[in-house]
Nanobody, 121 residues
Framework: QVQLVESGGGLVQAGGSLRLSCAAS????????MAWFRQAPGKEREFVGT????????HYADSVKGRFTISRGNAKNTVYLQMNSLRGDGRAIYCC??????????????WGQGAQGTVSS
């Protein structure tokens, strides 16, 4: 069993940065791939990026590539989403998910409750 709690959401101006954290409980965190998804108002949930259980592989959506970075600290049971050069489309609820399989699919085994990121113009 893995429980996930996101934090670090807030308001930032367009062009600014925001760092989200996802803290996991459970001894099996280091064996799970982690992913970030986001859902903007009135839109479907979309894939943002994912990182393998070891941290050696990452993959990002084209819309955030080069601006967002996912990292993880297995000793701290935490995964991070560093978001730079935020744009208006960055306004969304960001959720982290955990799965034994590394991939872009949304069918993760565990989900956090989400953190709100708001971008002002």
């Amino acid at each position: 069993q893995v429980q996930l709690v996101e934090s670090g959401g807030g308001l930032v101006q367009a062009g600014g940065s925001l760092r989200l954290s996802c803290a996991a409980s459970g001894r099996t965190f280091s064996s799970h791939a982690m992913a970030w998804f986001r859902q903007a108002p009135g839109k479907e949930r979309e894939f943002v990026g994912t990182i393998s259980y070891s941290g050696g592989k990452t993959h990002y959506a084209d819309s955030v590539k080069g601006r967002f970075t996912i990292s993880r600290g297995n000793a701290k049971n935490t995964v991070y989403l560093q978001m730079n050069s935020l744009r208006g489309d960055g306004r969304a609820i960001y959720c982290c998910g955990a799965s034994l399989d590394y991939g872009l699919a949304a069918d993760k085994d565990y989900w956090g409750q989400g953190a709100q990121g708001t971008v002002s113009s």
